[in-house]
């Protein structure tokens, strides 16, 4: 097949959606398939430009195998509701221009777009409809109504309509996948046919990442003496709900067999350091290179994996994959019956959103039961295993997307 991607987020982004973009393109081009990829300059999770990319306009490259197309888009460093619309309105532009450019060199059999940015997925449409391509959309999380959730957007008035009735006119396609059985619901509850609704995964590294048997190197290089280290690793903003994180170590701080480590980067770390100042239980770092990132789940003994009420099942926080993987419990917060709390059920303990001493209590019942810790770390990594694993998530997906291209082989 020739395939076309149209997605904001790529490599080297090493948190967030880029990773499983990346990943994609990369085993269909490994299956012999010819992809392009058309993306932004990196950016996330600093919501800075790349150094390494920053100059100059577009920039085609090859990369295992995929071709690279990334174009420059405008990047707030302060990300509020109105400055994320400018730029995903700034990608979509330039995407438009760059997907005319790609299918004149090259028909597609298939064009594949990626949401989050939702807005710029009218380049990919056009780009299937000039071809007559096949157009399959992949929704990683529903950003409009978590706009509204998080409070980015005002959930009310004439733009707000506006952006619901988009945001369904936008999901429509030949065949639409998200990322959890709840958010296949929801495209169901918008109006999409049951059977052009799949399920596509983010996967765990887990081969990459496996549990450790003896102490991580973080402990020495980050001077960290303590028994116990509870970890967050990912990208600090508003969906995240990570302010009980420092709220919780500023209760725990009487422990002194306990630290946290809070590894990300994002819009709301300077604000979050700020609200630490005075305990000496808890430590800042930036994201970790791909490499290590088995050395630094391991160093966990729990996972913290906070998010807000509100976006419940309208994001399945990719972080969890890894956690998973890693044979270490998670202290998620979520409502019951939402599809992170059917996740984590059984790998770890799950706590109300916001719940500020229901998280604390959950983090001390692990630390206090070596053999609770130990069980549900191993059926962590059983769960990563039995649900998560990556070739068997993009095997299923390469021969939906034959299906989908050439539905007389089936």
Known sequence: MNVLILGINYAPEMVGI???????????????HAVTVVCAKPYY????????????????????????????????????????????????????????????????????????????????????????????????????????????????????????????????????????????????EKGIPRDRVTEFRNWANIDEVVPLDTPSPFRAEWGIDRPHVAVYSGNIANKQGIEIVVEAARLLDHRKDLAFVVCGNGPNRAKLRESSVGLDNIHFHDLQPRERLSDLLGMASLHL??????????????????????????????????????????????????DLPAFVQAIEALLDDPELRERTGKAARERALERWSRPAILSQFESQLRALTEPHAI
């Open 18 to 32: 880029g990773p499983y973009t990346a990943g994609m393109a990369q085993f269909l081009a490994r299956a012999g």
């Open 45 to 188: 999770p600093q919501w800075k430009v790349d150094p390494a990319f920053a100059s100059g306009g577009r920039r085609v490259s090859e990369e295992h195998g995929v071709r690279v197309v990334r174009v420059p888009v405008y990047v707030p460093s302060q990300p509020n509701g109105t400055r994320r619309l400018a730029h995903h309105m700034s990608f979509a532009a330039r995407a438009e221009t760059a997907m005319i450019a790609e299918t004149r060199r090259s028909k597609p059999d298939v064009v594949i777009g990626i949401a989050p940015s939702l807005i710029s997925t009218i380049a990919a449409r056009d780009a299937a409809r000039r071809t007559g391509a096949k157009l399959w959309l992949h929704i990683q999380d529903f950003e409009v109504e978590a706009a509204f959730a998080t409070g980015l957007l005002r959930d009310k008035g004439i733009f707000a309509n506006a952006a619901r009735k988009f945001e369904v006119w936008a999901v429509n396609a030949d065949r639409v996948s998200t990322i959890s059985p709840q958010m296949c619901l929801k495209l169901v």
């Open 305 to 354: 994996l906070p998010q807000i009420a509100g976006a419940a099942d309208l994001v399945l926080p990719s972080k969890l994959t890894n956690m998973l993987a890693s044979g270490r419990p998670v202290v998620a917060t979520a409502l019951p019956g939402t599809g992170l709390a059917k996740e984590v059920e059984g790998c770890g303990l799950v706590t109300p959103p916001g």
